[in-house]
């Protein structure tokens, strides 16, 4: 059965770095673009960055570009997510996800209704949390 569970979150301070990472088991891992997401306290989910299967591509929303760097160990099974010059606003909820296939062909310049459906399976989340 399909499984990902993330994990690397904590508290961090304005300006800081934190790691997340996302071990996938139950699914052939190297066949499968993976995103990021997040839900901030009162917000809906927000996808953040993704990566194609290969590791050949990767994309961002435009509130991480610069910041946020998404990649893949094929080998290890696993995903990371390296955040940089951290924000009060990236404190949420973080979500790693698993494509239906090799490439992201969503529209991720709209909400959720939008790119959702391109994900069939989801972690439990870890939490981040942006404080001084």
């Known amino acids: 059965q399909v499984q990902l569970v993330e994990s690397g979150g904590g508290l961090a301070q304005p300006g800081g770095s934190l790691r997340l990472s996302c071990a996938a088991s139950?699914?052939?891992?190297?066949?499968?673009?993976m995103s990021w997401a997040r839900q901030g306290p009162g917000k809906g989910l927000e996808w953040v960055s993704g990566i194609y299967s290969d590791g050949s591509a990767s994309v961002y929303a435009d509130s991480v570009k610069g910041r946020f760097t998404i990649s893949r160990d094929n080998a290890k099974n696993t995903l990371h997510l390296q955040m940089s010059s951290l924000k009060p606003e990236d404190t949420a909820l973080y979500f790693c996800?698993?494509?239906?296939?090799?490439?992201?062909?969503?529209?991720?310049?709209?909400?959720?209704?939008?790119?959702?459906?391109?994900?069939?399976?989801w972690g439990q989340g870890t939490q981040v949390t942006v404080s001084s």
């Open positions: 996800a698993k494509a239906r296939g090799e490439r992201l062909v969503g529209d991720y310049n709209g909400g959720e209704a939008k790119w959702g459906g391109e994900y069939d399976y």
């Open positions: 139950g699914f052939s891992f190297s066949s499968y673009a």
